[in-house]
């Protein structure tokens, strides 16, 4: 699910004649609404007008709350304004960093939480779905807090702002409303920020952003800046913020003890250089320091870490910082590196090798899975029935995972030269490609090479965006058109779309943590994974921090209080469940025949265009709650909701 623009694309209709279906419930405001999303977390929706906040409950149609919008006095306003941060012309949307087109003036969730985040002239709120209560509201006129995130193991917030050119970050205890602590962590991010200002004009969210913490740390990368703090007293250990050095990413050990930077180097930072430390004061683990490529793969394994990228693939002792394989496995080009049980497939060049947790081959032969070394990879697993499926540029085959033997006789020769998407159903074993503008279709148990059993004429094959899979037939959606092929190859709908007009769209914020999409569109060849593992090299399950399952979240949010009424923990894990599963709607904002704008809600396995709703602008401003299938649309002082039929 995804606020606003969920699935929204630049597309529109030739088509049919035109009928708007009543809204099953209308919400009257007294003034035009601004903002609204539907929270991932309980399915409550949050709307806001010019003066007030509501949450509507769709579990019994009734407004749950009610609360006016902040006001700030004048004289705390201008001293606000009055900061470096917004007297350069920064906005919470070019502080926050994490999404290039997050927009500070609407609602975006903190993940995996019932919490919203709002600005109001400027200044941060966070909101609780379930009531309306503000559980932060800034007390400084000097401070322009800009993001919050939730500790699960604690119930507080940890939030970043700037005083004058200071980044500063806090925690905050939600039950008392006091901060437990607040550090300067940078005395001079703001210059960084003008820095970035001057080089890249007035969007200075290249640099990401990244917070993450551990059971005593808390570490921060903002703008290529790195900081360590102290989780429980807030003391800065360290950072790394040279003036000419910029980080790109980071992985910390579980134990929070360790922690991996890389920095981008070189004409078109082409290359990265790998830096350990030790993430209680700073200091180098490493004499020199790995230059490479690109990371592929980081896995800690408490008493060391496993480390891939272009040119090496091997463990890494963290006290001495030496490698624990004699030497590296065969092959530079490292593609990927795929944790399997206690095993690594391992991809490198135009081949693949499955190797065992001490760097010996499984396999008496390297696997051949495309022409070209810089062919990407769309799919690359194990089945549930112990076979290895690849799909590349040029080939897909089956790969017996003992032996390493290829189960078809002859690759399945793929058209490198045109998109190719994968879709794997892990419950019934079946998968389809589509390439080249035809369909193949298989099981996991498949001994024979599948040929092409369905031949289709896109508009533009360039656009498209998924692929499912329904019993009864595969579901091709795009910007321009929605195409449904059955089980025998036949075409059963084929809904085209043109333009209206451009659409100031904005990226979905609000996101529980979902499994793997399976749909594979690879953009790059290289992906950076991390895995965390005991010494033995049992995959561990992190109870608290970023890595949480979401059982264990939800379960803290809860015995913080903070559920209620006709909401339980299982019904907030059913909504989560429900979000894995397959989206059978695509929301399209669409053309009419006599001009209109229309957004279209059509259903992925029938093609039937379910909803037309006449919408007055460009920036429609609606959501989607993918559990219930139920549609909001706001027009004037009104939110209309299309319920599900």
Known sequence: ???????????MVTFLTYSQRNANQTLDFDSKVQDLIIVPFNGIAAISDNTTMHGYNPEDGKTLWSVPIPKTSATSMGANLATDALANGLTPNSLLGLNAKANGADFSVIPDTPFLQKFFDNRLYVINSFNGDMIFEPKESNVFFFQAEYLFDEDALLIRGMEQKKLIIAKYD?????????????????????????????NPTAGKDEMVYTKDKVFLLAKGKFYALDKKTGKLLWNAEDEDTDYNSFFSSLDGQNVLLTQAVGLFKGKEILDLRNANDGIPIWKDPIKTKFLVLFEDWQDKMLLAHYKGFNFYDYKTGEKVWKK??????????IPIDKDFLYVYDDEMMLLDKEGQKKWKKDVKICDDEEDPIFFLEKTNNGKILYVTATYANLVDYTTGKKLWKGNLKLNEKRPTFAKFNDKTGDFVIYNDEELYKFNENSTEKPKPYAKLKLKNEKLITSMELFGDNVSITGQSEVVGVDNSG???????????????????????MLGRFAAAAATTTVTTSVTYRDANGNTVTQTSGPQAVFGERAKAIGEAGYMGGTFSQQFVQDRYHALQETDKYAIIFAKGDNGERLLIKVNKQ???????IIVESTKPVYDYDTVSEDLYYSKGNKVMIFKAE
């Open 1 to 11: 699910m995804r606020k606003n623009y969920f699935a929204i694309f630049f597309a």
């Open 606 to 612: 029938t093609g039937k265009e379910v909803d037309k």
């Open 174 to 202: 939600i039950k008392s409303k006091e901060y437990i602590w607040k550090t300067t962590v940078s005395e001079k991010f703001g210059s960084v920020l003008t820095k970035l200002t001057a080089i890249i004009g007035k």
């Open 490 to 512: 036949n075409v059963t709908f084929h809904n085209k779309y043109v333009q209206p007009g451009e659409l100031g769209r904005r990226l979905g914020k609000s996101a529980l």
């Open 328 to 337: 590296d496995p065969k092959g530079k080009g490292i593609k990927s590196v």
